[in-house]
T-cell receptor
Framework: AQSVAQPEDQVNVAEGNPLTVKCTYS??????LFWYVQYPNRGLQFLLK??????LVKGSYGFEAEFNKSQTSFHLKKPSALVSDSALYFC???????????FGKGTTLSVSS | NAGVMQNPRHLVRRRGQEARLRCSPV?????VYWYRQLPEEGLKFMVY????????ESGMPKERFSAEFPKEGPSILRIQQVVRGDSAAYFC????????????????FGSGTRLTVV
């Protein structure tokens, strides 16, 4: 069965510092991996995805994520955090035969000025 | 170029009433997915539909919940005899048809319907 784990409920960083939001996954076969962001009372916005190719994926708003097959991880990163990055971040996975995305529980990112 | 449209945005129902949530997918998308987000929890997959077919309903509660995606019109998530535990945000997503390009495509989410059962 597919599953996603986001081990941190909350991540706190100061503006200008690098940020990492962790995600590990479990699927049979090769994974398709996604990151979404949710602002209060809003829907989910797509940030980036890994399908195949380079392990470092660049996405919207300066975010990037690194696919690590041996560690089954897909951590979200940004070199310099902004206060406006404060939101709820979801990692999601599906396998090649799957259909729906399976989401982690989400990590709340709080960036202080 | 509208995205996924969900309505209503907010829905209040008394216990025992029926709730009907609507989702219009992105134009050209033939796959629809429903998710539920409970307070302090992540998104839980409920059901995956294509036009006139339920493909995967493994996340749907066995009773009171049903979903459809007719040939014409929006997808409907229906909750009969609502209870307080049904209070949640319900999100719809759509994607292109499955196929090589479709598998590489993303899933577009609507802004959700927030159901409150009083």
């Amino acid at each position: 069965a597919q599953s996603v784990a986001q081990p941190e409920d909350q991540v706190n960083v100061a503006e200008g510092n690098p940020l990492t939001v962790k995600c590990t996954y479990s699927v049979s076969g090769n994974p398709y991996l996604f990151w979404y962001v949710q602002y209060p009372n809003r829907g989910l916005q797509f940030l980036l995805k890994y399908i195949t190719g380079d392990n470092l994926v660049k996405g919207s708003y300066g975010f990037e994520a690194e696919f690590n097959k041996s560690q089954t991880s897909f951590h979200l990163k940004k070199p310099s955090a902004l206060v406006s990055d404060s939101a709820l971040y979801f990692c999601a996975v599906r396998d090649q035969a799957g259909t729906a995305l399976i989401f982690g529980k989400g990590t709340t990112l709080s960036v202080s000025s | 170029n509208a995205g996924v449209m969900q309505n209503p945005r907010h829905l209040v129902r008394r216990r025992g009433q029926e709730a009907r949530l609507r989702c219009s997918p992105v134009k050209g998308h033939s796959h629809v997915y429903w998710y539920r987000q409970l307070p302090e929890e992540g998104l839980k997959f409920m059901v995956y539909l294509q036009k006139e077919n339920i493909i995967d309903e493994s996340g749907m509660p066995k009773e009171r919940f049903s979903a459809e995606f007719p040939k014409e019109g929006p997808s409907i998530l229906r909750i009969q005899q609502v209870v307080r535990g049904d209070s949640a945000a319900y999100f719809c997503a759509s994607s292109p048809a499955t196929g090589r390009q479709g598998q590489l495509g993303g899933y577009t989410f609507g802004s959700g319907t927030r159901l409150t059962v009083v």
